[in-house]
């Protein structure tokens, strides 16, 4: 991405790779960390009630919904299927609280119209909704 005129914390798609990078990496050192801490005495013993769960039929499951959410977004926009990925992975996760979901969206989907859009100039695909 070429650089800027205004310099490098100037809106721009130049931003968002950086800002991509930092989170990115941040994120997966968290995760490891958290990955390699020990395991609570439930964990170890099998006794938790969520370790019922084959975690590699849920991964399979978030892939899977993941590639239809990225089919779906040609076909209902952007922001339709988004909402609905939303909505499915809230859901799936374990966050059963409508409430919740409905503030995170509310948070979620104009923060991105606003730093795509108009901001950045970024053309999402259009849909039933914008």
């Known amino acids: 991405v070429e650089p800027h005129p205004s310099g ?10 950086h800002i991509t990078a930092v989170l ?6 968290a995760l ?6 020990d395991k609570s005495p439930a964990e170890k013993t099998g006794t ?5 769960r084959h975690p590699l039929l849920r991964g399979m499951v978030a892939v899977v919904v993941s590639a239809l959410y990225v089919a779906a977004i040609s076909y209902l ?7 609905a990925a939303m909505i499915f992975f ?3 996760f374990g966050i059963r609280s409508w409430k919740g979901v409905l503030l995170f969206l509310v948070i979620l989907l104009p923060f991105i119209y606003v730093l795509f859009v108009i901001a950045l100039r970024v053309i999402l695909p259009k849909g039933l909704l914008i």
């Open 90 to 92: 809230s859901y799936f």
């Open 32 to 37: 490891v960390i958290v990955g390699l801490k």
């Open 24 to 29: 990115l990496l941040l994120l997966s050192v």
């Open 77 to 83: 926009g952007y922001f339709t299927s988004t909402i």
């Open 8 to 17: 490098p914390l100037a809106l721009s798609p130049q931003l968002f790779c």
């Open 48 to 52: 938790d009630p969520g370790a019922a």
